[in-house]
Structure formats: structure tokens, C-alpha cells
């Protein structure tokens, strides 16, 4: 599976912000879909998931209420709309997907993840 990620950018403090994630190369079938980030100087950490099968999403506590991740899989395109944007969201976010595992726990530790895609800058000014 192969990973693309866009829509990033710069916007202001408040703003919003839509970010996709195209996978194609295989079937998107079966594959739970991560988005994380990284700020400079900082580890990666988890953003959102959504589950395959019934479309169960998860979210930390820092994006939860402000951020949405959907999923359409006749595009095999998931996304991640971002709203109220904070200058703490500046970051290269990147998209990932996962089979073998489930549930929250597994979702939001990247080594659960088997793809990764190229990552897009979101920077918000304040």
C-alpha cells in the first residue's frame, strides 16, 4: 500500500484545515487508517484513527472536539478535517495504515502501523 497525504499549509490561528490521505497499490480493504504528527523537536504522536469494519474513530485528548477523521473507501482516501486550529497543531502530519492489529490501544502507537505515508506540513500561525 502506497500513501499519499496533501492538503496542508499555512493558516491562522482559528482556522481550518482538511488533510487527505489516497492509498493505493493494493486493496484498501481491511486496513484501519492512523493520522499522527511531529512538531519539530518532538516525538510523533498519535492524532486519530478509524477502524475498517465499522468505522470507529479515535482521537487523543488534545485534537478531540476540534478534529474529525472519515474515511471513503470506494476512494480509498481517508481524512482528517481540522478545525479550530491552534498553533500547538503546527506539525508534519503523516498518514498511516494498519492490519494486524485493533482497538485503541494499537491505534495509537505508531509501530502498530504497517504503511506510512510522505507526511504534509500544517503550520498555524498565531
Known amino acids: 500500500v502506497q500513501l499519499q497525504a496533501s492538503g496542508g499549509g499555512l493558516v491562522q490561528a482559528g482556522g481550518s484545515l482538511r488533510l487527505s490521505c489516497a492509498a493505493s497499490?493494493?486493496?484498501?480493504?481491511?486496513?484501519?487508517m492512523g493520522w499522527f504528527r511531529q512538531a519539530p523537536g518532538k516525538e510523533r504522536e498519535f492524532v486519530a484513527a478509524?477502524?475498517?469494519?465499522?468505522?470507529?474513530?479515535y482521537y487523543a485528548d488534545s485534537v478531540k472536539d476540534r478534529f474529525t477523521i472519515s474515511r471513503d473507501n470506494a476512494k480509498n482516501t481517508v481524512y482528517l478535517q481540522m478545525n479550530s486550529l491552534k498553533p500547538e497543531d503546527t506539525a508534519v502530519y503523516y498518514c498511516?495504515?494498519?492490519?494486524?492489529?485493533?482497538?485503541?490501544?494499537?491505534?495509537?502507537?505508531?509501530?502498530?502501523?504497517?504503511?506510512w505515508g510522505q507526511g504534509t506540513l500544517v503550520t498555524v500561525s498565531s
Open positions: 498511516a495504515a494498519v492490519l494486524r492489529y485493533s482497538g485503541s490501544y494499537y491505534y495509537s502507537r505508531s509501530p502498530s502501523y504497517d504503511y
Open positions: 497499490g493494493r486493496t484498501f480493504s481491511g486496513y484501519a
Open positions: 478509524i477502524s475498517w469494519r465499522d468505522g470507529i474513530t
